[in-house]
């Protein structure tokens, strides 16, 4: 299979990218009574805590090769993590990596 834009894959977020998250996340939750106040407008990254290897559904937004892609990963919260220049995981347990979602068995 060839990834397109639109297409629905599996993402393996890696340490950095869980911290990045976790991260954004405990800031939006430190000044969520501000933003309640001020409604500036800003979008709230509220959700689940993320950690490295949880897997992910990613949305591919583009595409540069067989195997190397961009995407929005869809994150239990209110927010999505955007990865540029993803390959496509060898195993599919490598963080950083995307892959093709198993197909069930009936």
């Known amino acids: 299979m060839k990834p397109s834009i639109g297409r629905i894959v599996h993402y393996r977020l890696s340490a950095e990218e869980a911290a990045q998250i976790n991260e954004r996340r405990a800031h939006a939750r ?3 009574d501000r933003m309640r106040v001020d409604k ?3 979008q ?3 959700g689940n805590a993320v950690k490295a ?3 992910v559904a990613m949305v591919v937004t583009a595409v540069w090769s ?3 892609v961009n995407g929005q990963c869809l994150l239990d919260g209110t927010d999505t993590f955007w990865t540029t220049s993803r390959m496509l995981a060898v195993a599919d347990d490598t963080p950083g990596h995307w892959s093709w979602p198993k197909r ?3």
Do not use: T, V, W
Request: aromatic residues 6%.
């Open 30 to 32: 430190h000044n969520l």
């Open 40 to 42: 500036p407008g800003f």
């Open 44 to 46: 709230a990254h509220l």
């Open 53 to 55: 290897g949880d897997l």
């Open 66 to 68: 067989d195997i190397c």
């Open 104 to 106: 069930e068995e009936a």
